[in-house]
C-alpha cells in the first residue's frame, strides 16, 4: 500500500532514518523489513521522498498478505496491521522529518475521526492540509514564527488553521485562538498547538471546521 505525501517534502534525517534500522538503497529510497506486532506476518516499509510503500508478509507463506491493499478489506487481523503501520509512520515522521508531536496527534484524530490523509500541497514546506471528500480543506497545519501569532518569542511554533463560527472569530483568547495567519480572518483562526491546549478544545475545534466547510 503506498502511503502518499505521508512525510514533509524536505530532506530525511538520513542518521534517524539508520537508527530505525533502514538501509539506503541504491535507488535513493531508504527500506526497513521487521516483524510485526501480529504474530505470523512481517511488514516492510520503502521511503521515496515524502512517500512511503508498505507492504506485508506472511511469514509462513512467505507470500505477500493482499488484503492490506485492499482499502475496503475491515477484518480485525488488516486493521491491526495499518493501525500498526501507520503508528510508526508517525513515528518515522517525528524522528525522520521533524513532524512534532501535536501535529501528529491532530493527524490521528482527523484520520481516525474523518478517515483523512493529509497531504503536501507546497514544495519544500512542512505545510499540511486536511480536506473533505469534496476536497475543500478544514485545516491547514503550518510551522510559523510565533511573531505571527503577536507571541513574545523568537522561536518556531505548530499552529492548525480552521474554519470556525462567528462567536469564536471575534473572540479569540490568544491563548489559544487567534486571527487566523495566511487565511481570511473573517471566516478562519489560527489555533496554537503547544502541549497546553486541552485536547478536547482541539477536538471540537476540528469538528466545527470539518462541519462548517461545505
Not at 146 to 162: Q, W, Y
Request: glycine share 6%.
Amino acid at each position: 500500500m503506498l502511503y502518499s505525501s505521508c512525510f514533509p517534502n524536505v530532506p530525511a534525517d538520513e542518521t534517524a532514518l539508520r537508527a530505525l534500522g533502514f538501509l539506503p538503497q541504491k535507488d535513493g529510497s531508504f527500506l526497513l523489513e521487521k516483524p510485526s506486532e501480529k504474530p505470523g506476518f512481517s511488514i516492510t516499509y520503502r521511503i521515496e521522498g515524502s512517500s512511503c510503500r508498505v507492504d506485508v508478509t506472511d511469514t509462513e507463506s512467505g507470500w505477500e498478505y493482499d488484503l492490506f491493499n485492499v482499502p475496503s478489506s475491515g477484518g480485525a487481523t488488516v486493521l491491526f496491521l495499518r493501525a500498526e503501520a501507520e503508528n510508526f509512520l508517525v513515528r518515522v515522521g517525528e524522528e525522520c522529518f521533524g513532524v512534532r508531536p501535536n501535529r501528529a496527534e491532530v493527524l490521528r484524530y482527523c484520520k481516525e475521526t474523518y478517515g483523512t490523509e493529509a497531504d503536501y500541497p507546497f514544495q519544500d514546506s512542512n505545510a499540511q492540509v486536511v480536506r473533505k471528500p469534496s476536497g475543500k480543506w478544514y485545516g491547514l497545519l503550518m510551522t510559523i514564527p510565533a511573531e505571527k501569532l503577536g507571541l513574545s518569542r523568537s522561536t518556531e511554533v505548530d499552529v492548525i488553521n480552521l474554519k470556525a463560527t462567528p462567536e469564536r472569530i471575534v473572540n479569540p483568547d490568544y491563548r489559544y485562538i487567534f486571527p487566523a495567519w495566511h487565511m481570511n480572518r473573517k471566516y478562519w483562526i489560527s489555533v496554537l498547538l503547544d502541549s497546553n491546549i486541552p485536547t478536547e478544545l482541539l477536538q471540537t475545534l476540528i469538528d466545527e471546521s470539518y462541519g462548517l466547510v461545505k
